[in-house]
Nanobody, 128 residues
């Protein structure tokens, strides 16, 4: 079992920044990657970014490239999502999810249904 707890959401004006945190506990040695996803009202959940647990591999949705940065703190078992130049269309509930290692893996998954554990979510609201 892996437990994930997100934090750092809030209300920010357009152009502002927020940093989300995803703290992992439990069988963290079994994690291959952590992904961030978001779901806006009336829309489907979408991939935002992912990082391998080693921190060596990252991937981003085109909509956030150049604005968001995903990173990992090994000592704290925490993954961060630094969000800059926020736009009103970034408003959503943001979730982090753990992809559990199965065999040799070299590719980060962008499909939420393939992730195994999820946090409770944190609300990000960007005002215009």
């Amino acid at each position: 079992q892996v437990q994930l707890v997100e934090s750092g959401g809030g209300l920010v004006q357009a152009g502002g920044s927020l940093r989300l945190s995803c703290a992992a506990s439990g069988r963290t040695f079994s994690i291959y990657a952590i992904g961030w996803f978001r779901q806006a009202p009336g829309k489907e959940r979408e991939f935002v970014a992912a990082v391998s647990w080693s921190g060596h591999i990252t991937d981003y949705a085109d909509s956030v490239k150049g604005r968001f940065t995903i990173s990992r703190d090994n000592a704290k078992n925490t993954v961060y999502l630094q969000m800059n130049s926020l736009k009103p269309e970034d408003t959503a509930v943001f979730y982090c999810a753990a992809d559990i290692r199965t065999g040799v893996r070299t590719v980060l998954r962008t499909t939420g249904g393939l992730y195994d554990y999820w946090g409770q979510g944190t609300q990000v609201t960007v005002s215009s």
